[in-house]
């Protein structure tokens, strides 16, 4: 079963820029899209990015234009670089597949928006 590892998460500022990173086990970046996700406290997670087997991404309206992600099929790593963060992107971040599968969340990276 393929695991996900998120890492790169902190305390920020608002305005402040983070990327964060997600180590993917095996190599299914070619075969399946894959995506970003988050959960604020109170509140059901959501998916915020994603991006295809054929490295097109999309992104929801709220950080469109503020978040970009990528990733390296080589190094099996995707990554979401986050700039102009405001503190409603309080959340733990996850990857997974797009759309997700449920026996594969990883623990998260806590990002906090903050002044």
């Known amino acids: 079963q393929v695991q996900f590892v998120e890492s790169g998460g902190d305390l920020v500022q608002p305005g402040g820029s983070l990327r964060l990173s997600c180590a993917v086990s095996?190599?299914?970046?070619?075969?399946?899209?894959m995506g970003w996700y988050r959960q604020a406290p109170g509140k059901q997670r959501e998916s915020v990015a994603a991006?295809?087997?054929?490295?097109?991404?999309t992104y929801v309206y709220s950080v469109k234009g503020r978040f970009t992600t990528s990733k390296d099929n080589a190094k099996t790593m995707m990554y979401l670089r986050m700039d102009s963060l405001k503190p409603e992107d309080t959340a733990v971040y996850y990857c997974?597949?797009?759309?997700?599968?449920?026996?594969?969340w990883g623990q998260g990276t806590q990002v906090t928006v903050s002044s």
């Open positions: 997974n597949r797009y759309p997700p599968v449920a026996s594969s």
């Open positions: 095996g190599n299914i970046f070619n075969t399946y899209a």
């Open positions: 991006i295809s087997s054929g490295g097109r991404a």
